[in-house]
C-alpha cells in the first residue's frame, strides 16, 4: 500500500504562483511514477504532469511553460510549481504514484484561481 498526502494548494489571484507537495509513504521501495491530475467541477481528471524515475516528464499543453514538476527521491515528494495562474487553472488536485503496475491517488488538494 501507498499513501499519498498532498499539501500546498489555496486561493490565488490571476497571474499569481502556488507551490504542491505531495508526500508517499508505505510499504515499497521505488516508485516508477509520481505526478498530479486535476478535475474541475462537472469535468473529467486530467493529467496535469507526471515524472518518472528514468527521468522522463511529461506535460499537458495547458500546463507547459507554466507548471513545473520535480521529486526528491530521498523525500518520497513530488512537488508541482505553477505560475502565471489563471482562472480555469481551478479544480482540485490529485497526488498520483503508480508502484509495481498500481495506481495510487491522493485525497486531493483544492486549488482557486480568482480576483
Known amino acids: 500500500q501507498v499513501q499519498l498526502v498532498e499539501s500546498g494548494g489555496g486561493l490565488v489571484q490571476p497571474g499569481g504562483s502556488l507551490s504542491l507537495s505531495c508526500v508517499a509513504s508505505?510499504?515499497?521501495?521505488?516508485?516508477?511514477?509520481m505526478g498530479w491530475y486535476r478535475q474541475a467541477p462537472g469535468q473529467q481528471r486530467e493529467m496535469v504532469a507526471v515524472a518518472s524515475s528514468t527521468q522522463y516528464t511529461n506535460y499537458a499543453d495547458s500546463a507547459k511553460g507554466r507548471f513545473t514538476i520535480s521529486r526528491d527521491y530521498a523525500k518520497k515528494t513530488v512537488y508541482l510549481q505553477m505560475n502565471s495562474l489563471r482562472p480555469e487553472d481551478t479544480a482540485v488536485y490529485y497526488c498520483?504514484?503508480?508502484?509495481?503496475?498500481?495506481?495510487?491517488w491522493g485525497q486531493g488538494t483544492q486549488v482557486t484561481v480568482s480576483s
Open positions: 498520483y504514484a503508480q508502484v509495481g503496475g498500481y495506481n495510487y
Open positions: 508505505g510499504n515499497f521501495v521505488s516508485i516508477f511514477l
